[in-house]
């Protein structure tokens, strides 16, 4: 069997054993699997990364048609790498799941590998309708999720969650509609670079960028995130923070590089929105009241910081693109490692509510260790991850030493202070002050449920020392990502047909 045969048992594996999950009796059996299988599949992406770094991009159609006839799977170290990082995140999410147990719900651990499965297949895949359809196979495991776990309040956040999604969903399958309807095609790279002016191509895939910029939280449509994931349980918080905005981030590079060119006259839109999406996320967590609405916040910032890249990279495509997926692959690890600790606070204390805790950096000093570790990556202080990312930003925003380069490291500073606020407004009001009352001296946060977010943090501070290696890696993905000759040559094969002639829908390039 070649390695590209093997793309579809990502998919297939989580799905398959899903079923296997739900139907056994044994909780410890459930209990590995969940754990277990995003846990190979990690390992099985290391292996897929390491491939396509030394033969390049590989592809498999399902049932061997054509090019640009069947469902295609693609990966190149772009998606090998987001996908190494998802399923990172996913098994100390699950871990954490069961450390709390969650898992005492059969239902819990077969809905989480259901997630994996559209995942997996939303990286994977290099056709827009069926990117859909993993989107789809994300959601609605993810409402169960969301209605099955958390507070009193989970059940409003999920009629929102839901409202939300479906209309971004409605509005994804209108525009890969018109983008068929108008070309014939929707195989990414047979769209190579069909959007790149201003014909009806270009007004199609700006419905899709629409609707998987709501399912990424961005301003003006990132109201919902704030309302919805902190209503869930922490290791449901932790697993989407990783998951579902980044698949979003994951598709928008790939479709502004495949599909746009990487135009250069949309960057001051792109600025626009960008700027005013992190003073946003940066300073509205100022106002929350319980520790994870604090981090919704924090993960609310963090997606413009990815996305302003955009309009950095027609002039240095590599060196903005590089920054935009080191900053990506640091967030996924450090938000995550604040949602767990958080919610081992809350299993032990009952409550995550600024006003009911206090105290707790003398009595769990672990606990306050980890979250002050979290809270220096955010801001980007050594020696965590959050250091190389922010440079990066910096750095590639520097390269044009321009107008948009004042705007947007000014608002980097400024977001980030707002973050610092946040941040140390949560510590003074859980961390300082006296000891809570009514509180038993022994009870403190056992190391079980404080261990998956010391191991995220952990893997923050390896990201700092092996910054060597890191970057050497997310610049190959990114290499990869913009060598869309190979990408199509990969996807489409030699014996493609249907393919559309796209000179006339390219009006006024």
């Given at each position: ?114 997630l994996i499965t559209g995942v997996n297949g939303a990286l994977l895949t290099a056709d827009l309708f069926n990117f859909f359809v993993m989107i789809e196979v994300m959601l609605l495991p993810s409402y169960g999720l969301m209605a099955m776990t958390g507070g009193r309040d989970r059940l409003r956040a999920s009629r929102m969650f839901i409202l939300v999604n479906l209309a971004a969903s409605t509005l994804l399958v209108v525009g890969v509609g018109i983008v068929y309807g108008v070309t014939g095609v929707v ?323």
């Open positions: 069997m070649t390695i590209d045969a093997t793309l579809p048992l990502f998919v297939a594996t989580p799905l398959i054993l899903a079923a296997v999950v739900v139907l056994s009796p044994a909780k410890w059996i459930r209990d590995a699997l969940h754990i277990a299988v995003p846990a190979i599949l990690a390992i099985a992406s290391v292996a897929l990364f390491a491939h396509v770094q030394d033969h390049g991009t590989v592809a498999h159609v399902i049932g061997l048609y054509p090019g640009n006839v069947g469902i295609t799977f693609a990966a190149d170290q772009f998606s090998a790498i987001m996908l190494f990082t998802t399923m990172l995140v996913a098994t100390i999410a699950n871990w954490f799941a069961t450390a709390t147990g969650e898992t005492r719900s059969r239902y819990y651990p077969s809905l989480t590998l259901i195989n990414i790279a047979a769209l190579k670079s069909a959007a790149a002016g201003n014909g009806p191509v270009t007004v199609a895939m700006g419905a899709i960028i629409i609707a998987i910029v709501v399912k990424a939280g961005v301003f003006p449509v990132h109201t919902w995130l704030p309302r919805t994931y902190p209503n869930t349980s922490a290791a449901v918080m932790g697993l989407f923070s990783g998951l579902h905005t980044k698949v979003a981030v994951y598709m928008l590079m790939r479709i502004y590089v495949v599909i746009f060119d990487v135009e250069k006259r949309f960057e001051w839109l792109i600025i626009v929105v960008m700027v005013i999406s992190m003073i946003i996320g940066a300073f509205a967590g100022l106002a929350e009241n319980s520790i994870r609405k604090v981090l919704a916040y924090q993960m609310v910032v963090g997606m413009p910081f990815i996305l302003v890249m955009f309009a950095f990279a027609p002039e240095h495509p590599r060196v903005a693109l590089s920054a935009a997926l080191m900053y990506t692959l640091h967030h996924m690890i450090t938000v995550g490692a604040l949602i767990l600790n958080s919610g081992a606070i809350e299993e032990t204390y009952g409550t995550g509510q600024l006003s009911k805790l206090s105290g707790l950096g003398s009595r769990d000093k672990w606990t306050a260790a980890i979250f002050a570790a979290g809270s220096f990556s955010v801001l980007g202080f050594p020696p965590f991850s959050g250091l190389w990312g922010k440079v990066m930003l910096v750095v590639a925003a520097a390269q044009s030493g321009d107008v948009k380069a004042i705007v947007v490291i000014t608002t980097i500073i400024i977001a980030s202070f707002g973050a610092l606020l946040s941040m140390l407004r949560v510590w003074r009001k859980v961390f300082w002050g006296r000891p809570m009352q009514r509180v038993p001296d022994n009870l403190t946060v056992r190391w079980r449920l404080l261990a998956p977010s010391a191991t995220l943090m952990a893997i923050s501070v390896l990201m700092f020392v092996a910054a060597g290696p890191l970057v050497d890696a997310v610049n190959g993905a990114t290499d990869s990502l913009l060598d869309v000759d190979s990408y199509t040559s990969a996807v489409l094969g030699d014996d493609a047909v249907g393919l559309p002639d796209l000179t006339g829908l390219q009006e006024g390039r």
